[in-house]
T-cell receptor, first 120, second 111 residues
Framework: GAVVSQHPSRVICKSGTSVKIECRSLDFQATTMFWYRQFPKKSLMLMATSNEGSKATYEQGVEKDKFLINHASLTLSTLTVTSAHPEDSSFYIC????????????????FGPGTRLTVL | GQNIDQPTEMTATEGAIVQINCTYQTSGFNGLFWYQQHAGEAPTFLSYNVLDGLEEKGRFSSFLSRSKGYSYLLLKELQMKDSASYLCAVREGAAGNKLTFGGGTRVLVKP
């Protein structure tokens, strides 16, 4: 249980184009999902918190107009990298928060497999 | 804000025990998580501590001391597949349940 999928797993795009990444909780409903970015050999950096039916909360320094987040349902959140540039190349990982009472009842975050974005 | 520190790298021998320490400074502490991450993959949940003491799950154990702002992850009977990064993450109750991650500890298990 508590499976999170992400699509696509890899994407290569040209500079200036937009890329959409989907994050789905497959066997539970997640009112809250999180988007992280990870550089090689570095830890996860939280970009934004996505709440179903409301606007995302962005971390300081993250451009909300560049990284558009939509959480349209309890099982799906999307991250769109707009007008991508080579410096946006990174490993993007989403997580979904399992509701209380499930597993350890700890609101544990379960992570998707990640999306490797390469912008040429 | 939070400050989470853990060693960058550790090396151990197959079959041995390794302890990964994590210290943190935070307000509104609401739990500490350990995740395992293999290169190029997403983190997988290992353990959770919110009260002081030791939590044991098979070969992995995690300890928490809230008064000291300290946790450790203990890996016993190391196997080659345990070579990975281990991430310590702290949750602040006042911050919407978001996690702040430490830099991760890369563990290399040698034969």
């Amino acid at each position: 249980g508590a499976v999170v999928s992400q699509h696509p797993s890899r994407v290569i795009c040209k500079s200036g184009t937009s890329v959409k990444i989907e994050c789905r909780s497959l066997d539970f409903q997640a009112t809250t999902m999180f988007w992280y970015r990870q550089f090689p050999k570095k830890s996860l950096m939280l970009m934004a918190t996505s709440n179903e039916g409301s606007k995302a909360t962005y971390e300081q320094g993250v451009e909300k107009d560049k990284f558009l987040i939509n959480h349209a349902s309890l099982t799906l959140s999307t991250l769109t990298v707009t007008s991508a540039h080579p410096e946006d190349s990174s490993f993007y990982i989403c997580s979904a928060q399992a509701p209380s009472g499930r597993d350890l009842g700890t609101d544990t975050q379960y992570f998707g497999p990640g999306t490797r974005l390469t912008v040429l | 804000g939070q400050n989470i520190d853990q060693p960058t790298e550790m090396t151990a021998t197959e079959g041995a025990i390794v302890q990964i320490n994590c210290t943190y400074q935070t307000s509104g502490f609401n739990g500490l998580f350990w995740y395992q991450q293999h290169a190029g993959e997403a983190p997988t949940f290992l353990s959770y501590n919110v009260l002081d003491g030791l939590e044991e799950k098979g070969r992995f154990s995690s300890f928490l001391s809230r008064s000291k702002g300290y946790s450790y992850l203990l890996l016993k009977e190391l196997q080659m597949k345990d070579s990975a990064s281990y991430l310590c993450a702290v949750r602040e109750g006042a911050a919407g349940n978001k996690l702040t991650f430490g830099g991760g500890t890369r563990v290399l298990v040698k034969p």
